[in-house]
């Protein structure tokens, strides 16, 4: 196969669509959101995009027959405002390669029509968290009382050593094709599947893009990652009270 090819399966006309990037990262917040979209609107799939930057593996679906790893664009009907939303298992694996993909992936966004851009994804705390606040990056200083007002936080030097990736990505080349670009990273610890650090991040794209979410199925899956996350506090709180090993040597 070529290093990059793509299956053009429909060819809808959008309305000024909005670009919204959701591929794997930490908590995989940006991946939950941009899925979550895909499950709760009308979606369609427009494109499906072949690299040999991806891991070389097939994935299975439930009747066992394989498909080569991908990713894929949407158009989503997200109740009267459209939406063109990328999806995927994987990143690219090498510097040139995310150049190259996220290159295409604007290529097919131009094509829709789409001018605005939206990376998602997660920033890591190292700790677990209860209040879940979104960090916020742009293409042009207009964007950032806009996003404030949404309530996203802009913080000097965060997150640290930039935003790398795709999400980075779409910032920093879309921003030279003249989108209007942002990134929204939900904080999470880091440590696992993060579905209220995904909400989060919704809740800014639902009140600045302008659609309604019900958030019924993601507050089923945080509560399910309540219940690893205690399972995890406790293990935690049980090794705490084990003895050391001073300790030990006093146990006749």
């Given at each position: 196969?070529?290093?990059?090819?793509?299956?053009?399966l429909?060819d809808?006309e959008?309305?000024?669509p909005?670009?919204?990037?959701?591929?794997?990262?930490?908590?995989?917040v940006?991946?939950l959101?941009?899925e979550?979209?895909?499950?709760?609107?009308?979606?369609?799939l427009v494109?499906?995009?072949?690299a040999d930057?991806?891991?070389p593996?097939v994935?299975?679906?439930?009747?066992?027959?394989a498909s080569?790893?991908?990713?894929?664009?949407?158009?989503v009907?997200a109740a009267?405002t459209?939406?063109?939303?990328?999806t995927?298992?994987?990143q690219a694996q090498?510097?040139e390669?995310?150049?190259?993909?996220t290159d295409t992936?604007?290529?097919?966004?131009?094509?829709?029509?789409?001018?605005r851009a939206?990376a998602?994804g997660?920033?890591p705390?190292?700790?677990?968290i209860?209040?879940y606040?979104?960090?916020?990056?742009?293409?042009d200083?207009s964007?950032?009382e806009?996003l404030e007002g949404?309530g996203v936080e802009?913080?000097?030097?965060?997150?640290?050593?930039g935003i790398?990736g795709?999400?980075?990505?779409?910032?920093?080349l879309?921003?030279r094709?003249?989108?209007?670009a942002a990134?929204l990273?939900?904080e999470?610890s880091g440590y696992?599947?993060?579905?209220k650090?995904?909400r989060?991040?919704?809740e800014?794209?639902?009140?600045?893009?302008g659609f309604?979410l019900d958030?019924?199925?993601?507050?089923e899956?945080a509560?399910?990652?309540e219940?690893?996350?205690g399972?995890?506090?406790?293990?935690?709180?049980?090794?705490?009270?084990?003895p050391?090993?001073?300790?030990?040597r006093?146990?006749?």
């Amino acid at each position: 196969m070529e290093d990059i090819e793509i299956d053009e399966l429909a060819d809808p006309e959008l309305d000024d669509p909005v670009f919204i990037e959701g591929l794997p990262g930490v908590g995989h917040v940006g991946k939950l959101a941009a899925e979550y979209l895909l499950e709760e609107f009308d979606t369609e799939l427009v494109r499906r995009v072949y690299a040999d930057e991806f891991p070389p593996q097939v994935n299975i679906d439930d009747e066992g027959v394989a498909s080569l790893t991908c990713a894929e664009f949407h158009a989503v009907d997200a109740a009267g405002t459209d939406l063109l939303v990328l999806t995927g298992d994987h990143q690219a694996q090498s510097n040139e390669g995310h150049y190259h993909l996220t290159d295409t992936f604007l290529d097919v966004a131009e094509e829709f029509g789409a001018t605005r851009a939206f990376a998602l994804g997660g920033v890591p705390t190292g700790e677990l968290i209860d209040e879940y606040t979104v960090l916020g990056a742009v293409t042009d200083e207009s964007l950032v009382e806009i996003l404030e007002g949404a309530g996203v936080e802009f913080r000097d030097d965060e997150p640290a050593g930039g935003i790398v990736g795709v999400s980075g990505l779409v910032l920093g080349l879309g921003g030279r094709r003249g989108f209007e670009a942002a990134c929204l990273m939900g904080e999470t610890s880091g440590y696992l599947v993060d579905p209220k650090s995904a909400r989060a991040v919704l809740e800014v794209l639902e009140e600045v893009v302008g659609f309604e979410l019900d958030y019924a199925g993601l507050e089923e899956r945080a509560e399910e990652m309540e219940e690893v996350v205690g399972k995890i506090q406790e293990m935690q709180d049980q090794q705490q009270g084990m003895p050391t090993g001073d300790d030990l040597r006093y146990i006749g």
